[in-house]
Every structure is written in C-alpha cells, then in structure tokens.
C-alpha cells in the first residue's frame, strides 16, 4: 500500500493547551515540525520537551511543566503496511481511526483498541493502552516490533525486544519520557468482518456483576477477539447493579446478506465543545436521572450486531462529554487492583456515594497478565474507571492510599490529582525504569507537567 503523504510545515507559536479533561490549562510555547530533519534539528536545540499527541489524555501528561512543547500531529503518515503479513509502519502522529480506516477494508485490525480512535500511534505506546480485551489481547505495547525513537542527543535508535530490550520496555508505557517516537512497527491481527456480536447481562447486584464479569474473563483468556465491559450503577442503594456486555468476533457467515463485512467509517467531529459555564449539567440529580433510564431501558439480550468501532469506542461519540462538567472540567479516576482486590472496587464506589462526588459514569474492566513496560498500567485483576467533577479532588486521596495498599496502581495516563507519595509503592519497577530513562536520556531534558508533578524522573 502506497504511504499516505499530506502536506505539512512547520507551526511556532505561543496555544493555549488543556488535556482531554480540561482539568488543567497551561499557555505553552509549541514547535510543530513538519519532517525528520527539522524535528531532530529542534530536539537538539530546545533545552527542555514536553512531546504531545491528540492530547487525549486527561490530566497533565502532555503538558510541559516547563519548556517546549513538541507537537507531533504533522508526522502522520503510514509508512508501509504488508497485506501479506498484517505489519503496518507508521509515524507517531499517526491517528488510529486513520490506520484502522486504511487497513480494517483489508481484513486487519489493530489488536487492542482502547475507548477512543482518536489518539496517535506514538501516545497508544507511550501510554501502552489497554482494551476491553485485555485477559486475552494484553497491551498494546505487546503487539509492537520496533520502534524508532529519537534520543535527546540527536540520535535515531532503533528499539525492539532484541535490540536495546530495556529501552524498548521502558519506552511503551513511559509516557513519552524516554524520548521521541518517530515511528514503529506494528503487529496486525486477522479479521473475518468488521463486526462484533454482542450478549449484554442486566445485574441486580454488586456481586452479580462481578460474578459475570468473572465469567467472561474465563472465555477471554481463550480468545483474544473477545471484550467485556460493565457499566455500573454508583449510587446508594442500587451501587454496583449494573450492564455487562460480552462481545466476540462476528464471522461472514453471521451477517444478514444485506450487510456488507465490513461497514464504512463514519466521518469525525471536529467541531470544539466550549465547557459549559459554571459547574454544567453534570449533578447528582442529573446523574441519579440518567443512571435510572440506563438500567431500567436496558435488557439482557444475546446477539445483537454491532460494528466494532462503534462498540470499542464511545467516547467517539462522546464529543460533549467533558464539557458538560463546565469550567472546571472532569477527573477521570482509574485504577487496578489485584483478583482478590474486588473489595477495594466495593469500597471506593461506597466512599464516592457516602462522601462524594457520585461518579457520572463508572466502567469495570478485566485484566490480564500482559503488560509490555516498565511503567505499564495493567496488572492481572481488575480496573475500574470513575468519572468525576474535578472540583472535588481532595475527595481521592484516602483512595490512593486504598489503592496502593492492596497492591494496586492509578493509571498515569488518566492521572491528575494522584498522591506523589504513592507512586514508588504503585510502581514497584519505578527505579529500573528511571536507570534506562537516565542511559536514554542523560541530560535530563524530556519533562512533562505529569512527571514533575508525580516525581517520576530521576
């Protein structure tokens, strides 16, 4: 397939940047480069990088706490991709509607997709994002073969399990401190159709839910295709009732005829939604509403066609979701726990509803043993997400500690308001992975507000 080429240059200039949650905004000096030579060019010259994507993260990882910010939507294009064997080669900046709207025609997809399209290829591996598939597909880091990444010295190295082992790892999952990622190799997996079927369970109870969960964990392990989510009712009385949906892969032969295998791409938002003034619409009340209609307008059924991308990714179609929190955007607090941790799950959803805020959304996902870096997020267990007005942060921090003693960890990508304190406890693998940062990074120049906030560097 022929690269997909666009014409770019080079943008300075003073923006005005928040991440995903609009918790936090910092007026920024960014450089956008444009081709290879202009960006190491930059590298070389700039004392202090912040590197940033989509700026789809939620907090502060792709905001620099001093220094440039580099910008790398120009470097967007797919590189190679080899019908025959499913690797694709693609820049960082590359957006991952834009590789699966190239290679999903062709009966390949992208192994792990996590709940948005809309982030870079460069972000999917310095966060090494996970999926609803996670027990049987692992990581995404998992899945790639090399990556090219630009040290801070000018140098392009080459990075692979076989080649720099400990810089490969301590790059997927190192949140974009390692250095630049220009470009990598990535593993594709054969796809019958672009569709999933999938078998949604209404649940009574916090114990019910788990309980299903559970099972699908069990038929996951066995098939990497297969991803389960469950939304949960966080609310007094009722906490912990809840949807499980289970979805596999559909094959040619499910399809009604007048389907075709696989359905076109729907075209993005680019529309900017301003927040609402003041605290917007997301309250208890609006919450309770909304929380009661979902439950009680949905029913357990088994196979319903649905497109995969509509399936794995809602907040696609969920443009206006951070600004309905208003001006002070919204907090997502995600964490892992391990299987015996389900208790933990119990205890944070109860300290929401008694204390507050009542999250506006609540997703509990499983997780397996695959994990690709250093500082990767998922442990074998569970991972439950909250969605959170961010006035109230002080609310977290007893979690963190709740957290952290169980054995668990907040997700960095997610992360605004963790307890730095915690982090060493969270990441047992922390010292290794500044040793390698330190080798790839000896000057000390890649920052970002996430890093200084959280103590992450050496």
């Not at 907090?59 to 910010?69: H, T």
């Not at 605004?416 to 000057?443: F, G, H, K, N, S």
């Amino acid at each position: 397939m022929p690269s997909v080429e666009k014409v770019t240059h080079e943008e300075p200039g003073r923006q005005s940047l928040s991440g995903w949650g609009r918790t936090i905004r910092r007026n920024c000096e960014v450089r956008r480069p444009a081709f290879e030579h202009g960006l190491v060019e930059l590298v070389r010259a700039e004392p202090r990088l912040t590197v940033r994507g989509a700026g789809r993260s939620y907090g502060d990882a792709a905001l620099p706490g001093d220094g440039v910010v580099l910008d790398l939507t120009a470097f967007d294009r797919i590189v190679s991709f080899d019908e025959g064997n499913g690797v694709v080669v693609a820049e960082a900046g590359v957006l991952l509607k834009d590789l699966i709207d190239q290679t999903l025609p062709m009966g390949w997809k992208l192994p792990v997709v996590p709940g948005t399209e809309r982030i870079t290829v460069g972000g999917a591996i310095a966060s090494d994002v996970h999926g609803k598939n996670h027990p049987g597909a692992g990581s995404f880091g998992q899945h790639v073969l090399w990556i090219a990444l630009l040290r801070s010295d000018g140098a392009i190295v080459q990075l692979s399990a076989g080649q720099d082992p400990d810089g490969f790892r301590a790059t997927i999952g190192g949140m974009g401190l390692t250095g630049v990622i220009v470009r990598a190799a990535i593993q594709l997996q054969r796809v019958d159709t672009g569709w999933l079927i999938r078998n949604r369970r209404r649940t009574r109870s916090f114990d019910e839910t788990v309980d299903a969960m559970r099972t699908a964990t069990r038929r996951q392990e066995l098939d990497p295709h297969r991803h389960a989510i469950a939304w949960l009712d966080a609310r007094g009385s009722v906490l912990g009732r809840g949807i499980v949906d289970e979805y596999y892969g559909a094959s040619t032969l499910d399809l009604p005829g007048s389907v075709a295998p696989f359905p076109e791409a729907r075209p993005p938002s680019t529309r900017h939604r301003r927040s609402l003034p003041g605290r917007g619409v997301v309250t208890n009340s609006t919450i309770a509403a909304a929380s009661a209609a979902r439950w009680y307008l949905s029913r357990s059924s088994n196979s319903q066609l649905v497109a995969m991308r509509h399936a794995l990714c809602p907040l696609d179609r969920a443009d206006a979701w951070p600004a309905a929190f208003g001006r002070g955007g919204l907090v997502q607090y995600q964490f892992a726990v391990p299987p015996d941790g389900v208790g933990v799950i119990h205890e944070v959803l109860s300290y929401l509803s008694t204390h507050g805020p009542t999250p506006a959304l609540a997703t509990l996902k499983n997780l397996g043993s695959g994990t690709a870096g250093g500082l990767s997020f998922p442990i074998p267990g569970w991972t439950l997400a909250v969605d959170l007005p961010a006035r109230r942060l002080g609310t977290l921090r007893p979690l963190d500690k709740l957290v952290a003693g169980a054995g668990g960890r907040v997700y960095l990508a997610k992360d605004a308001v963790t307890d730095p304190e915690l982090i060493p406890l969270m990441y047992p693998r922390l010292p290794t992975w500044r040793r390698t940062q330190r080798r790839l990074d000896p000057a000390g120049r890649w920052t970002s507000g996430l890093a200084e906030r959280l103590g992450l560097l050496p």
